[in-house]
């Protein structure tokens, strides 16, 4: 029997973390330890940095998310394995997993197989305390709001007109909407309220697109925490409360440092989801690596139409990055059941299926081809897979100029995507990446939402109430206008019906809410049911991670 991923990632031979920082040229006085194979980097190395060369940037996303699963992340570990092992100077860049999902139906995000990061366990739950900074950090606010209203201080916050909730980094319904101040006059003003998952928040959105500690205190001032009677906005600064959140932040901000199974350098900092936030990982992280070695592979959460889109519009926009190529993955079973094959069906050959799925990866190459960076699609290969299958993805790839590359890295490493790392290198040498944005700055929001529903989910158009349109001029007006967009919508298909596999065209794509990030600088568009604070599934993967009778983590994966 197959060893599990945790089994896997026990049996690591992990060197000490200033051995892996010395494959970067990063000195032990670089490295704050927390503990021997974990370290934060010092600002004051990173601002050394700043004169150096960039490497290049590789982003790896992906088909469309099934139950079938992809591998992302485990492409993106073993991507940055199968680089060093052909002699390139190499790192990975990645995000923090959440505590929700880990506990919910996702599980962790450090990878899997023989593609991982370590110390595993550690990664999956507090890591180095940095979503547990960034959670006290928003969540001071929300005190600091509620305590600005009840002394009744300049300005005067309208408390029907609160726009800050608070957040916890689980899974947790229940919480979605609430009462607050209640119990009498000692405990304030009654008012409704709720929370958000802490990778939905705002300070996790600025805490990943911040250049430095000045930009972060200067971001979270521009919070808009809320508005007066005559609704006028309520900023952070305006009670006083970005000094002490960027305290709670300061060591937070420091991009973290690990390892993969094959001990190479890793940098996993920040976590923001791609569904319901920008979901990439922190642009310290990303800008510092890119400084330090020849290639950086990044990701991007969930398809390409989510975290890729967000990637290229608001994180390179706003970063001045430029990406060299992408990496699209695809695995046979995920394109089975974007053809209609149910689960059950998965281990049986269908080259139909995966042909009639294989609609699905079209779309994603011709959208990553609309922002002017050439891609690779990567076939994680499972041993069900058959050559007649993987030949059809091959034919698909190959009718949009893009390889399809068979790897098995989940069984072998790195020596499992070699022939992928040999291709990236040459990909991202030839010159062929000519990036720009999927939209301008300065056409209204309502048109950039409506470019990306178009151009993107293969949308005829947006249904918005009035009330929404007339909030999206609003903000215009108040100077927000040329702010690109986050649009949050279902991971599981092009449209925002989840149930609509493939890929679906000519749907309409309803604008719910949105909601504005003046400290992150951007506009959340709201659509379909999608939620800012997801719920455990009927049978949580909480119920079967336990510890064994030595001590050890069973159950996590």
């Not at 990632?9 to 704050?32: N, Q």
Request: hydrophobic share 40%; net charge positive; charged share 25%.
């Amino acid at each position: 029997m197959p060893k599990s991923d945790i089994e896997i990632a026990r049996d690591a031979k992990m060197r000490p973390i200033a051995e892996i920082g010395e494959k970067l040229d990063i000195p032990s006085g670089a490295l704050l330890h927390y503990g021997p194979t974990k370290a934060k980097l010092s600002f004051d190395f990173i601002n050394s940095l700043s004169r150096r060369r960039d490497g290049k940037l590789i982003l790896v996303t992906a088909i469309t998310p099934t139950p079938a699963g992809e591998g992302k992340t485990t492409t993106t570990v073993g991507l940055g394995d199968g680089l060093n092992a052909i002699g390139q100077k190499a790192t990975i860049c990645i995000r923090e997993p959440s505590l929700g999902p880990c506990f919910g139906m996702k599980g962790g995000a450090a990878g899997g197989g023989f593609a991982q990061v370590v110390p595993m366990e550690d990664i999956n739950l507090h890591f180095t305390g940095d979503f547990h900074a960034i959670g006290t950090a928003h969540n001071l606010l929300s005190a600091m709001v509620d305590n600005h209203i009840y002394w009744g201080q300049k300005p005067t916050i309208d408390s029907r007109r609160v726009a800050w909730k608070r957040v916890v980094d689980m899974n947790d319904r229940a919480l979605r909407d609430i009462a607050c101040s209640l119990g009498g006059v000692a405990n304030g003003f009654p008012r409704e309220s709720g929370f958000d998952i802490t990778v939905a928040s705002e300070i996790m959105a600025i805490f990943c697109l911040a250049k430095d500690l000045r930009d972060l205190e200067r971001r979270i001032d521009n919070i808009v925490i809320g508005y007066t009677r005559d609704r006028k906005p309520v900023r952070a600064k305006d009670i006083k409360a970005s000094g002490a959140m960027t305290v709670l932040l300061k060591d937070a901000l420091m991009p973290n440092f690990v390892q993969t199974l094959e001990n190479n350098p890793a940098f996993i900092h920040g976590g923001p989801f791609a569904n319901i936030a920008h979901g990439c990982n922190s642009v310290m992280a990303t800008k510092t690596a890119l400084k330090l070695a020849d290639f950086v592979v990044t990701e991007a959460g969930f398809g390409a139409d989510l975290g890729a889109e967000k990637f290229f519009d608001i994180k390179c926009r706003k970063a001045g990055l430029k990406p060299d190529a992408v990496v699209i993955v695809a695995t046979v079973r995920a394109l089975k059941m974007h053809g209609g094959v149910t689960k059950e069906d998965l281990g049986k050959e269908n080259v139909a299926a995966v042909r009639k799925g294989c609609a699905n990866l079209e779309r994603h190459l011709q959208n990553v081809k609309r922002f002017g960076v050439p891609a690779v699609v990567a076939i994680n290969r499972f041993i069900t897979d058959t050559d007649k299958e993987v030949n059809a993805i091959k034919s698909t790839a190959k009718k949009f100029g893009a390889e399809a590359i068979r790897c098995n890295h989940w069984a072998e490493g790195s020596k499992g995507i070699e022939d992928l790392a040999k291709h990236v290198v040459k990909l991202a040498n030839s010159g062929k990446a000519k990036f720009k944005p999927l939209y301008p700055d300065n056409i209204s929001l309502i048109d950039k939402i409506e470019t990306v529903a178009k151009k993107i989910y293969g949308a005829k158009g947006l249904t918005a109430d009035a009330k929404v349109r007339q909030q999206l001029t609003e903000w215009e007006t108040a100077g927000y206008g040329k702010f690109p967009i986050c649009i949050a919508k279902t991971q599981y298909s092009f449209s925002t019906d989840p149930n609509l596999k493939g890929a679906p065209s000519g749907h309409a794509v309803n604008l719910r809410e949105v909601r504005l990030s003046a400290g992150a600088e951007f506009i959340v568009a709201i659509t379909g049911e999608i939620m800012t604070m997801p719920g455990l599934p009927r049978i949580p993967s909480a119920n079967a991670i336990h510890l064994n009778r030595k001590g050890d983590i069973e159950g996590l994966f």
